[in-house]
């Protein structure tokens, strides 16, 4: 009953397993403990998968795919923002190990595919775009110096490879794979985003952390470029205009300092944690740590003379939010920051 298993079977002449009444229904109808109920379902259960398991297994495709890990790594970030369990960081943290130390070469070229134990195939626009977008990701929620450098030093093999001076965008392909009749570009945002869009999106952020004017000018060319199409059917560019909210909106660059990597509370930075609840899409985010990843960080614009063993008293960490290349006073608490972000176009004083 549980299962909706029959005699005649539930399609054509046979079973297939789906639930189709509560635990508490059957208890009531053939007056059986719910506990009794669970056990006898729980080692059905366990009886038919050990049948199962003598099944032939499904093929399964095996190949690991430099943009796909990209886009994971993404993913596991935002599991990481929303839950707060660590887990989901240390997952995005080993795929960024496994495709740095299996999946490069020349330095700041990647490849596309994994299998095999082997690494093949110079990498497509998706590989680069989508996996800078991890790199970048990861940096907004832990600002080690190396994974800036490494999105930095990947976009330009990017730009070096990829990009067409004539029109102002991305060719899928490299400028050194094989020759090809064409070589295509994609700028449609469906089931996936389009390289062209993400790298829209990474150079503008990459932007406002280093300020190299190269990364905007590249970056408004993009969205200059298919703005008609993305006004004419939005649906189709959902990447690119975020993009584009980003750049009219004027990024808030919000930057969190722990003082004391050492005595972090047992729930994590109190600021990091209500910034991770909040939706504030035009931010560019940092957390960093006083010590040297925030000394190596130094060298880049958005962190600039931020800190500098700045005295907040007790408190273990402290905010800047800048807007337009000016920064507010240093914040100390919560109630503050929410204040301060809460007209984030107020001009700072």
Known sequence: MYFGISQGGNFEGKNILSIQTSISSLSRKYSIPEEELNTKIRESVKKLYRIRLQRPRPGRDEKILASWNGLMISGFVDGYKITGDNKYLEAAKRAVEFIESRMTYDQNRLYRVFKDGKSKISAYLDDYAFYVKGLLDLFAVESKSNYLKRAIDYTKAMID?????????????????????????????????????????????????????????????????????????????????????????????????????????????????????????????????????????????????????????????????CKDSTCFLPIDSVSKLQETLKDKNANPV
């Open 161 to 321: 490879h990829f990009w067409d001076p004539l029109k102002g965008d991305f060719f899928f392909t490299p400028d050194d794979h094989e020759k090809l009749i064409l070589r295509t570009k994609n700028h449609y945002d469906l089931a996936i985003p389009s390289g062209n869009s993400v790298a829209a999106s990474n150079l503008l952020k990459l932007y406002y952390y280093t300020q190299e004017q190269d990364f905007l000018n590249k970056s408004v060319k993009l969205m200059k470029l298919s703005s008609r199409p993305a006004t004419e059917n939005p649906f189709g560019f959902g990447q690119l205009l975020s993009a584009l909210y980003l750049h009219i909106r004027s990024p808030v660059e919000v930057c969190i300092i722990n003082k004391s990597p050492h005595e972090k509370s047992s729930t994590g930075s109190e600021m990091v944690n209500w910034f991770y609840s909040q939706f504030i899409p035009n931010s560019i985010p940092a957390r960093i740590d006083e010590g040297t990843d925030h000394e190596a960080l130094q060298k880049y614009s958005y962190f600039k003379g931020k800190g500098n063993n700045l005295d907040t008293g007790n408190g273990l960490e402290y905010a800047y939010v």
